[in-house]
């Protein structure tokens, strides 16, 4: 397995471009199985779970093609198999993205349970319970999800999420667009991420109106035809970056940016003491003096509220702070991994349930640590940047499965990390060899 070599202590200083969402990208991927005319997708960044999308496009008898670097002309006009099989779901949740639109144009689809995952169980009976509303039948067999819509289409409903989910409302969007009549989600999810589907999907001519609401209508048309969309910034890791200047005192500036999608990181941040100026409205500046970092308490919450994607760096950056924080985790039961291994560098952290309680400052010191997931992997490196000596970060195939070529954005910004790669060929040349 691949891992980072880091020796912490510098400043980060210079300018660092945002890639596409990761988050965005994989439904918009999943979307152009909705229409067999070409959907073109650009800022599509070269991250791990992308290639894996690619790769169930592809089994599904789609064509993708990357004429240049970070689009994607994707093809499903001769799709001739409607399953996502498990060796693939396990590897990437977001496989399950593939039922909406395979069950919504073909009237059947097979998808692998997802199971649980390092953070946690992230069931999808909220999805299922939404296409049987829709009139779909919905069977478990032998470990997969086998559903059919009722004469190979589904019908508009009116339905709501007893919790908000992200998936599950891009799953049921992307269903109800080709659904007869009218489907109306409440309580449906808000984040950004999904505005850029409704937007993708309107472009293909879907009828979506309500998209970073509670309340999505979408009004069901007889078939959908090729769009040319560009993914929205990754607003996480905008977030992670602003977050790793803070906790070097460096300064740094992001371009290629949404700070509006990041309000309510950026109002915390600020609380803490980072000095974060919007230049225009694609490109920050942070700057932060870490001797008068302020602790400060936090709570997980689905959009526009504190991201559960940030909670595990505000936690690094906290253990720099003067004072004890509270971070209360909400959204997932196992999502403090990170916090042994954080105090493996030296922090001081305790467990309490759904809350951490981080007791700041502490001198962290470099040390061989894990990373348990995305964001643990993120939270490691953002400790270790300012962790005196070396860290050696083991699993980092978590970081790349959602930050694309962080060691040379990182280096780049004066970070001393180098990749110690244990395979002849690594995932982005694979990308680019397939």
Known sequence: MDKFLIRGGRQLKGKVSISGAKNSALPCMAAALLTPETVILHNVPYVRDLITQRRLLEDLGATVLTPELRTHKI???NVNVFEAPYHLVK???ASVLVLGPLLARFGKAKVSLP????IGLRPI???LKAFEAMGASIEIEAGNVVAEAPK??????EIYFEKVTVTGTENVMMAATLAEGKTVLLNAAREPEVSDL????????ARIKGAGTEKIEIEGVEG???AEHTIIPDRIETGTYIVAAAITGGEVEITNCQPKHLEAVISKLKETGVQIEELNPSTLFVKCDVENLRSKDVITEPYPCFPTDMQA???ALMTQANGISKITETIFENRFIHAAELNRLGAKIEINGKTAIVYGKTKLSGAPVIASDLRASASLVIAALCASGETLIDRVYHIDRGYENVVNKLRSLGADIERITTSSVNFVEEAKIT
């Open 313 to 315: 760096q505000f936690m």
């Open 152 to 157: 190979g289409r589904l019908k508009g409903a």
């Open 75 to 77: 093809n499903a006009a």
């Open 224 to 226: 959908l035809s090729g």
């Open 125 to 127: 009976d909220l999805h």
């Open 198 to 205: 409704a937007e993708l999907l309107n472009k293909m001519g």
């Open 115 to 118: 199971g649980g995952c390092a």
């Open 91 to 93: 590897t990437m949740r």
